[in-house]
């Protein structure tokens, strides 16, 4: 056991987009981007900024041009945002957005709820998203929530988490984020269901996105090591409550990540100690929030 880990580990930070959308108090757009410069600042080379989802799904995120015209292009990282239809990947092409995500799920009733199309229906609708963005040279990550339980269906079938993943790799997309929407999932869990995905898909594609909704996000990360994945998405200062469970921890936070993989001989690249200052950061902005582990630890002068 853990024997035979990576040496690096590419993290996906999806604070200022997964994060930020399930803050109820609106953030202007200034904090935004001070967020973004801050986690970049810190290390971060993924950074998914904001979504192109109609402004009336996500109010929070209405102002996804501003965000993105209010970045600068730094060397060596990459701003991403969602882009659900054709509508939301030309406003995220026309401010310069380089990577885009489409984002569907493995259950059929999350998907109607969560998106109002079935997964058919949304697969077909990121066809156009595909075609345009090999044409503009934009890569294309793709979600694929309720992988493990639904909170409508239970638990959900890995062989359906399988076909919907491969239905977005066969569409273009160039990475699947496997994720716990629900953050119920335990190691057992990711073993048994990632595992099965990667018997069929090249583990380079995959990308395990965790939610510490139970406290389980950091020992399916280890799971997920164990499996030989190298692409793990989290939330700077644990942004994003779980919208099934009010009052619950959200996303994994990326300075718990930080810290397991670094404290592992993992490579991250990010700097802990700037990161939880760029997490104190947008806790300050959003007037609260779940402070993580590292945020509790370090700001409270111990340890390094
Ligand atoms: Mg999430």
């Given at each position: ?132 963005a090999r044409g503009d040279g934009v890569s294309v990550r ?113 300075e718990d990540l930080v810290y397991l993989l670094e404290r ?41």
């Amino acid at each position: 056991m853990l024997t035979n880990l990576p040496a690096r580990v590419t993290i996906t930070e999806v604070g200022p987009r997964d994060g930020l959308q399930n803050e109820p108090a609106p953030v202007p757009a200034v904090a935004k981007i001070a967020f973004i410069n801050a986690l970049a600042d810190a290390g971060l080379t993924q950074i998914e900024a904001t979504s192109f989802v109609h402004p009336k799904a996500i109010p929070q995120l209405a102002d996804a041009e501003e965000v993105c015209r209010g970045l600068p292009s730094r060397a060596g990282v990459t701003y991403s945002a969602l882009a659900p239809n054709l509508r939301g990947y030309d406003r995220a092409a026309a401010c310069g957005v380089r990577r885009v995500a489409v984002f569907t799920a493995a259950s059929e009733t999350f998907a109607r709820r969560n998106i109002n199309m079935s997964i058919a229906e949304s697969l077909s609708a990121f066809e156009p998203v595909l075609r345009a963005a090999r044409g503009d040279g934009v890569s294309v990550r793709g979600y694929v929530s309720t992988c493990f339980d639904c909170p409508y269906e239970g638990a959900v079938d890995r062989r359906r988490v399988l076909e919907v993943v491969r239905a977005l790799l066969d569409l273009g997309v160039d990475e699947v984020a496997i994720s716990d929407t629900i953050g119920t999932a335990a190691p057992t869990d990711v073993v048994a269901t990632v595992g099965y995905v990667l018997q069929h898909v090249p583990r380079e594609r995959i990308a395990l996105h965790f939610h510490d909704t139970c406290g389980t996000g950091l020992a399916n990360v280890v799971a997920g090591l164990e499996l030989g994945v190298t692409r793990f998405d989290a939330s700077a200062g644990g942004l994003g409550g779980c919208p099934y469970a009010p009052g619950a921890a959200g996303n994994l936070a990326t300075e718990d990540l930080v810290y397991l993989l670094e404290r592992m001989n993992i490579s991250t690249g990010v700097d802990l100690r700037k990161l939880v200052a760029a997490a104190r950061g947008i806790h300050e902005a959003i007037g609260g929030g779940f402070p993580s582990r590292q945020m509790r630890r370090l700001e409270a002068g111990r340890g390094t």
